[in-house]
């Protein structure tokens, strides 16, 4: 596995609540992703980082944001937790512009 | 945006039979073509991937077509096996300086029956 670790696994919290969810890597990759995966919709882009404080939007960016201070990690941010953001979160990580992505193990997160 | 759409949403075939699964890309700019499985609970792992430069890539049972005149690109597992069954996601993206940004097809739900 890559050494991608997502924190927390899994986590309820209700709306209108702030949650930050944790990737770290011990790749020192430089590129670095969130992704959210619904029924229906496959996976989406959310973030995307491509260095230490570089960072961009997806194409499911509203209500998320995310910082990422250090090469290690990379934090997602809701910033008023909704019911329609109750969804499976990936992070992904890449060497380089050209390298495959490669996913963490996935937080699951539901918003009551 | 790019928009990658995948069919079909779910196949059945029986063990030692091939499965294919084709997905069309509306961004001629792409350039990277990567296949991801995905059993259930667990992450998306790469299984193969190829660039726009390279028509047809193999490894082992997998194979990948890719024509770029018509935008579409296909999935072949030949001598499928039971452990093959799970979601198999296409996705496309235009590699840049901003990194790999892929975009996703719905997946498909691939059942090996013995």
């Known amino acids: 596995d890559a050494g991608i670790t997502q924190s927390p696994r899994h986590k309820v919290t209700e709306t209108g609540t702030p949650v930050t969810l944790r990737c770290h890597q011990t790749e020192n990759h430089r590129y670095m992703y969130w992704y959210r995966q619904d029924p229906g919709h496959g996976l989406r882009l959310i973030h995307y980082s491509y260095g230490v404080k570089d960072t961009d939007k997806g194409e499911v960016s509203d209500g998320y944001s995310v910082s990422r201070s250090k090469t290690e990690d990379f934090l997602l941010t809701l910033e008023s937790a909704t019911s329609s953001q109750t969804s499976v979160y990936f992070c992904?990580?890449?060497?380089?512009?050209?390298?495959?992505?490669?996913f963490g193990n996935g937080t699951r997160l539901t918003v009551t | 945006g790019e928009n990658v759409e995948q069919h079909p949403s779910t196949l059945s075939v029986q063990e030692g039979d091939s499965a294919v699964i084709k997905c069309t890309y509306s961004d001629s700019a792409s350039n990277y073509f990567p296949w991801y499985k995905q059993e259930l609970g667990k992450r998306p792992q790469l299984i193969i991937d190829?660039?726009?430069?390279?028509g047809e890539k193999k490894d082992q049972r997998i194979a990948v077509t890719l024509n770029k005149t018509a935008k579409h690109f296909s999935l072949h597992i030949t001598e499928t096996q039971p452990e093959d069954s799970a979601v198999y996601f296409c996705a496309a993206s235009i590699l840049t300086g901003g990194g790999n940004k892929l975009t996703f097809g719905t997946g498909t739900q691939l059942k090996v029956e013995l």
């Open positions: 992904a990580i890449s060497e380089s512009r050209g390298s495959p992505l490669h």
């Open positions: 190829i660039r726009s430069n390279v």
